[in-house]
């Protein structure tokens, strides 16, 4: 797999796409966050997420790329409204 740079300036709640999909880094801020394929609201963050990229290869990065986002680093314990339940990996 090609590596992938992980850089950027970090991802906020005023960058305007972030804003609609109510992106934050304290998810606990969202109430109405909804169950997904079965994960509740409040277990799911970019950590699990399809489209997160960690930026390192530990088990827990603490930040990483969002494939909608790539401009940008986004943290591991954040979250969106287009959280996707990850599949596992090989
Ligand atoms: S799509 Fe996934 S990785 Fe990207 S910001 Fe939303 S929850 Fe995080």
């Not at 709640?13 to 966050?33: C, F, G, H, Q, W």
């Not at 990065?61 to 599949?87: E, M, N, Y």
Request: some cysteine; aromatic content about 6%.
């Amino acid at each position: 797999m090609e590596s992938q740079n992980q850089s950027g300036p970090a991802l906020t709640d005023k960058d305007p796409m972030a804003k609609k999909l109510d992106y934050t880094e304290v998810p606990s801020k969202i109430k109405d966050r909804p169950e997904k394929m079965g994960v509740a609201g409040t277990a799911q963050n970019c950590s699990n997420c399809q489209l997160f990229v960690g930026a390192d290869d530990s088990d827990q990065p603490k930040q990483g790329q969002c494939l909608l986002f790539p401009q940008h680093t986004v943290k591991a314990k954040a979250w969106c409204r287009s959280w996707i339940k990850r599949h596992l990996e090989n």
